[in-house]
């Protein structure tokens, strides 16, 4: 007993004054915090996003009614026994109001709908719901949240519901992105929840002042349900060291050299190397950085890295010398109930990404009539929609869908290469128009009321019958006081004394309300998931809008609902549309699972017919051709993608082959004819250019026209050309390729003059000599025809 009471007062005495924290600056305001996906709902860190797409909505037509009686206003004249009226009225409606109170956004996460922080925190989806309609479930999983404890962290659960990024990433680049995720918590993430926790032995209910590390009690942390009395920790609580077990280390040292008395050096070695270089940091060792302990700096060895980890995760660690062969073999132990790490142990809740709102907005940024002269009698002028103020819309999980999306495509993309390209094989169309739309019940957007001035003015005339004269009232008020009939029927039968009855004429009057939605990092999330050239999407469906493929992407919107009133105006109906959500549902949920499922088992999805593509005449049958030191086909295909950002119509697949070729005959560098390819029109994409090799003046048509252009002119302009005075150019210019480029560019001898797009012919030539590098490793040639390296 006398070793295990100073361990545990030491316990006692090192949390007490180890357990200090301080604020964040990013901290959210909700107490509790709403759920562990969206812990503070409309509180973002950043007030403005990096990125943010502006969408056309659907016009909000507002309906109005104006009436008019007879007699009344307006200029009357009487005709063929009718009263035609001419109106001329300017309307005003002060308080219109877009109410956007009932607007959430769909497809993309779902916390209201699960167990949270609020009074109705029941489960109105089940896990299979959550990973099969919404982009945050589906990447997070449903294992390792707060809400659950280790309730979900079951067998079933880690094949079925744990989410790709955790069964294909390996856990030391998982635990780099939670690093990461601390790290940021406080500037660009909130300092949110991560877990609750109680400790496997707990002390009694009259300790629990003692402000330890954990709950009140010793052992391993087994994570609980959060949002009632738990213990809860919080992104910065990993921050630091880990004091704690520093404490425990310095007295253990002593009592193994006491327990291995006698042993000699062996004691000594083995206590120093267990307890001096022990890890001690509340995070986790990664494999590539550098040993902290040694000097000069230097990375840890892979024995070191496995100390490290073992030790972070409390366990008592030596590197032991082994006499025999001489190397170190790791020997680790724990002492249960001592030794636990607890921020090990509940580790993996920390988030994989940030989780705040961002910002993004909705305005009216257009008003004009919807109404139709010929058919409602009514023309209606000079619509505006005044003293408007936007809205803003508070988006969840777009910042965490889009940290996801970028992890998850490490698991193919190689690196430094570009994960975030402009959308290919997309069908064109306008999205202002569509026709498909997803939705669900989505988050909340917390968005304001959008409140402004209508007027407008509207002229119309009205047909009325002529009034029959109504004198019963002025004879009976005429008998009444005494008068005889005869007197009274010949007064009241005199003008002015009866009255016409009042006739009434109604117009209906359409106003057109063009609504413009600004989402955040929704363009990031569509490239990376569906449409990039590098998306996740791409690696199932490989040929979309090729030969024999699938046809073309659609660029799907997400809606939801919303509502206006005012000024009489009934309420109304309508929605808005965010871009590429749908998509994302489409391609991203719906259509990877299909893929993956036996045929016959996924649900259905949707594609545009392929496009067939301008016709070019190379030939497409060419034989393969392999260069040594020149991009192959398909890397030179990648790289005519990501050329321009096109998102579709390159020849590059169709024509590689046949460029090639050509070139070879007819004695021109054909890694230079590749790049000139390229350079001029994206290999033949005629959505940018119909001068496939840039020949121009004349400028002959078609890919072969082109090429035997390119090659007649990159044989002739050339130092010997007899049109120019060469004599005084300086030495290292005096070469056919910086010939060749100055004329090929602006059609003169002069290199530094300056065409009409603002390029010289020598912008001309350094611009080749630097992309050169891009389609080989050969040096740039000094002639079109030095074929030294292929």
Aim: glycine share 8%; proline share 7%.
């Amino acid at each position: 007993m006398k070793r295990v009471l100073p361990i545990f007062l030491t316990f006692f005495v090192l949390t007490f004054v180890f357990s200090g924290k301080v604020l964040a600056a990013c901290e959210g305001t909700n107490t509790p915090e709403f759920h562990s996906l969206r812990p503070y709902p409309a509180n973002p860190c950043q007030n403005t996003p990096d990125s943010y797409a502006k969408f056309c909505g659907n016009d909000l037509t507002l309906h109005d009614t104006i009436t008019e009686t007879y007699p009344g206003d307006g200029s009357c004249t009487t005709a063929n026994e009718k009263i035609t009226c001419n109106y001329n009225e300017t309307v005003t409606i002060p308080d219109l109001t877009i109410d956007l109170s009932i607007a959430s956004l769909p497809i993309m996460g779902n916390t209201e709908d699960v167990t949270n922080s609020s009074k109705d925190s029941s489960e109105k989806l089940d896990d299979v719901q959550k990973v099969n309609n919404y982009v945050s479930w589906y990447l997070n999983g449903v294992i390792n949240r707060a809400e659950y404890g280790d309730a979900k962290n079951i067998v079933s659960n880690f094949a079925d519901f744990s989410g790709p990024i955790q069964k294909l990433l390996p856990g030391a680049i998982l635990d780099n992105q939670r690093i990461q995720t601390i790290k940021n918590a406080g500037i660009t993430n909130h300092n949110q929840w991560v877990v609750c926790a109680d400790k496997a032995f707990q002390l009694p209910s009259w300790l629990s002042w003692i402000p330890i590390i954990g709950t009140a009690g010793i052992g391993k942390s087994t994570p609980v349900p959060c949002y009632g009395g738990r213990q809860k920790y919080k992104l910065e609580d990993w921050r630091g060291n880990n004091n704690l077990v520093e404490g425990i280390k310095n007295l253990l040292k002593g009592y193994v050299s006491e327990f291995l008395e006698g042993s000699g050096n062996l004691a000594a070695e083995i206590a120093d190397n267990a307890f001096v270089n022990r890890w001690d940091q509340k995070m986790p060792p990664l494999p590539w950085e550098n040993d902290p302990f040694a000097s000069p700096p230097r990375q840890m060895t892979s024995l070191e890295y496995q100390k490290y980890y073992n030790e972070w995760r409390g366990d008592l660690c030596a590197l032991v010398p082994n006499p025999i062969n001489g190397k170190d073999f790791l020997l680790c132990v724990g002492i249960p109930g001592v030794t636990n790490n607890e921020f090990a142990d509940l580790y993996s809740y920390v988030p994989l990404s940030g989780t705040e709102d961002i910002k993004g907005g909705l305005s009216i940024d257009n008003v004009s009539s919807a109404t139709n002269p010929a058919v409602a009698g009514v023309t209606v002028q000079n619509v505006t929609f005044s003293g408007q103020k936007p809205a803003t819309l508070f988006f969840a999980h777009m910042q965490e869908s889009d940290d996801l999306a970028n992890l998850l495509q490490d698991t193919f993309v190689a690196k430094d290469l570009n994960r975030n390209g402009n959308p290919t094989d997309v069908a064109s169309g306008t999205s202002c128009n569509t026709v498909e739309v997803r939705s669900n019940k989505g988050d909340n957007l917390f968005a304001n009321q959008i409140v402004g001035q209508l007027k407008y003015s509207a002229s119309f005339s009205c047909n009325f019958k002529p009034g029959t004269p109504d004198n019963s009232d002025c004879m009976k008020k005429c008998l009444d006081e005494g008068n005889p009939p005869s007197y009274c029927g010949s007064y009241c039968s005199t003008p002015g004394s009866f009255k016409i009855p009042t006739q009434s004429c109604s117009k209906d009057v359409y106003i057109s309300l063009s609504t413009t939605s600004s989402t955040p990092k929704v363009d990031d999330i569509w490239s990376r998931l569906v449409a990039g050239p590098a998306s996740v999407f791409k690696r199932i469906f490989p040929k979309t809008n090729t030969e024999g493929g699938i046809g073309q992407i659609i660029d799907i919107p997400g809606s939801t609902n919303i509502t206006y009133s005012g000024g009489g105006i009934s309420q109304s109906k309508a929605d808005i549309k965010f871009p590429h959500i749908g998509g994302i549902s489409e391609y991203f949920l719906k259509g990877i699972q299909t893929m993956l499922k036996p045929k016959g088992y996924g649900e259905p999805i949707i594609f545009a017919p392929a496009t067939e593509g301008e016709a070019i005449d190379c030939d497409k049958n060419a034989p393969d051709v392999s260069l040594k030191n020149t991009l192959n086909k398909q890397d030179y295909y990648q790289l005519a993608l990501r050329w321009v950002g096109s998102e579709t119509g390159t020849k590059a697949l169709e024509c590689y082959n046949d460029t090639v070729k050509r070139a070879q005959e007819a004695g021109i560098n054909p890694a230079f004819a590749l790049l000139i390819w390229l350079h001029e029109s994206d290999a033949s994409n005629y959505n940018l250019s119909t001068m496939d090799f840039g020949a121009n003046y004349p400028a002959p048509a078609g890919f072969v026209g082109q090429i035997n252009e390119f090659f007649n002119r990159a044989k002739n302009y050339t130092v010997d050309d007899v049109r120019c005075n060469w004599s005084n150019l300086p030495s290292d210019q005096k070469d056919n390729m910086h010939v060749f480029a100055w004329i090929y560019r602006n059609g003169r001898c002069d290199p530094n003059y300056v065409n009409p797009e603002g390029e010289t012919g020598e912008q001309y030539y350094q611009n080749l000599s630097e992309q050169w590098e891009l389609i080989t490793t050969c040096p740039f040639p000094k002639s079109p025809t030095d074929t030294s390296c292929p």
